[in-house]
């Protein structure tokens, strides 16, 4: 990761010695911009031990039920705080995750790599079962040219971890606590005097000796950034040091908005980017522009950085804000340039892609035709979302027309919704709870669909074996009380040969009253 260094300034007060400052720093990937951490699980089985976990959200240590080993490495990049910066104290600070681990209360001890595994990567591997080139798993410490100086998984001491100091942190039975472990300043005032120095640490439970003698810790790719590894620096430093801190964390601040301001913009423009989100865009783009002429123009003060931090944050909400109105600003947009109602539009998905009830992750393009392409004998289909714009739609109704052709049916029925608590092994994201899954063929309406959500419609497409190859086109309209109805063209193309009617495809599916009764 690249080195940036972010401090996030807690506490500054006057000393009576030596004319020197006090403060208090927090180093965690993601504070303040925030990006020098390097942490990565490595994994003993054979079948993984080549496997690079550098992008993994867990750091993982110890002997798990299976009698597998497994360590981790952790390193903070400390290389732009100011060598005239003495620290007094520094705590390692871990969120261990709650659940099987570990079977007791347990003991981990962080220890300093040695030099001579100094320049291990932390690698974007997920734990995919392919090495990663140039990146540390258990076998190596760069796959696959250089191995640790001692044993697998930096595991020998005195050879790849020193045995001259271990900072010890209990993990209570089943996790679920913060570790704070109480480094020696004296090295980390090394690794920011001499960064080449700076090896990083080794964690693992020395008092490790059965099953289930193993903890999981948030790693630095965690989704909340609260608990990610976290390095507590108290510090003295005379008013030029901490002068040049904060005007590094000004110069973090700036280019982390500037950044996250900029991916926004490529994001949202992908989809297309409606007058109304354009020029809010550009009022934060000058914003921004304010903001660094007033900070970077002189000698930045504490309370200068401390009201940008503020200002960033907000300018995080704003943006969080403008994209959940992007999808109802596209669908305003397409609305007046379209014509008809102005009270709703209508999207189109494939089937194969998900559509969510929040109107603000709506990700499907809005239309006013949608094309459906299949055999004779089949089946495929189209989802058509119906997306309030600016007020709930009552009474929505729907009906297809246009076809002349009796082979070929077109049936309709709105998609339901299911609430689900995301299983522990989904990787799936989202910020909802309601998960498409229904297709409600018992319903020839829709009471309402409030403003904020959408409705998709399935639309089934049947071909018979002798539907009349070609193009065919229909019409999808779209009703709701009150206002002018919607129409969207349906274009079929029906392909000039027919699929079997029976089938001789083996499968391994088992599935019986029997089996359903059990579940």
Known sequence: MPRILAAALLAVGVCTFAQAEELEIAVQDGLDGYRGTADVMMYQPASVAEVNY???????????????????????????????????????????????????????????????NSGWVEGDGDGTRVPTPGAACWSFLSHDDRRWAGKPGAGEAGVDYSTTWSAEATVPEKGGAEAIFELPADVVQRWIERPETNAGLRLWPEMAAEKGDAVAFSSSEADDQDLRPRLVLALEADGAVLAAINRDRARRLLETAAAELAEVRREMARGGLPAAVERRLKQLEAGLDDARRELLSGEVAPGAVERARR???????????????LPIERGREWARDNGGPAEFALAVQRPTVKVFREAELLDCPFADAATVRLAGNEHEAVQVAIVPLDADLGAVTWEVSGFDDPALRVSVAPVGYVRENRPQYADVRRDTQWWPDPILDFLASIDEIPRGEVRPLWLDVHAGGDARPGRHDGELIVRAAGVEPRRLRLRVEVFDFALPVEQHLKTIWGMSEANFGRF
Request: aromatic share 6%; proline share 5%; hydrophobic share 40%.
């Open 311 to 325: 200002e960033l944050e907000g300018r995080r909400a704003s943006l969080a804000a403008l994209r959940r109105r």
């Open 54 to 116: 550098g992008r993994y959200p867990v750091l993982s240590m110890g002997i798990n039920r299976w009698n597998e080993r497994q360590a981790s490495l952790l390193r903070f990049d400390l290389s732009d705080i100011p060598p005239g910066a003495r620290v007094r104290s520094a705590r390692l600070v871990l969120r261990a995750l709650a659940g099987v681990y570990p079977f007791r209360d347990l003991t981990v001890d962080a220890r300093e790599l040695t030099q001579a």
